[in-house]
């Protein structure tokens, strides 16, 4: 079973930072595409950003030069640097995962982390 576990989110002034981690655990991470999707208010789930197993990267629109993923292999783990934040990056972040495992592959979702942008 593959399972997902975000931290890091909070409340923070427009213009500062955050960091994003999300911990996997059940699945070969070091193949998996691991991915950070986010959901505000009356609006619908976006992706933000995705990273795979070969270390390829892209971004939103939105948050390009402002936001970075990374991944750290011997951690499992996947991050989400996030700079020069704006409140319209108010939302629900969202680990996602599409990830091989010993019987298949896997796509799955974390519960989440709420990170609110104040102006």
């Known amino acids: 079973q593959v399972q997902l576990a975000e931290s890091g989110g909070g409340l923070v002034q427009a213009g500062g930072s955050l960091r994003l981690s999300c911990v996997a655990s059940?699945?070969?991470?070091?193949?998996?595409?691991m991915a950070w999707y986010r959901q505000a208010p009356g609006k619908q789930r976006e992706s933000v950003a995705v990273i795979t197993g070969g270390y390829m990267t892209s971004y939103a629109d939105s948050v390009k030069g402002r936001f970075t993923i990374s991944r750290d292999n011997g951690k499992n783990t996947v991050y989400l640097q996030m700079n020069s934040l704006k409140p319209e990056d108010t939302a629900v972040y969202y680990c996602?995962?599409?990830?091989?495992?010993?019987?298949?592959?896997?796509?799955?979702w974390g519960k989440g982390t709420q990170v609110t942008v104040s102006s």
């Open positions: 996602y995962t599409d990830a091989p495992t010993q019987t298949g592959r896997v796509r799955e």
């Open positions: 059940g699945s070969i991470f070091s193949a998996s595409v």
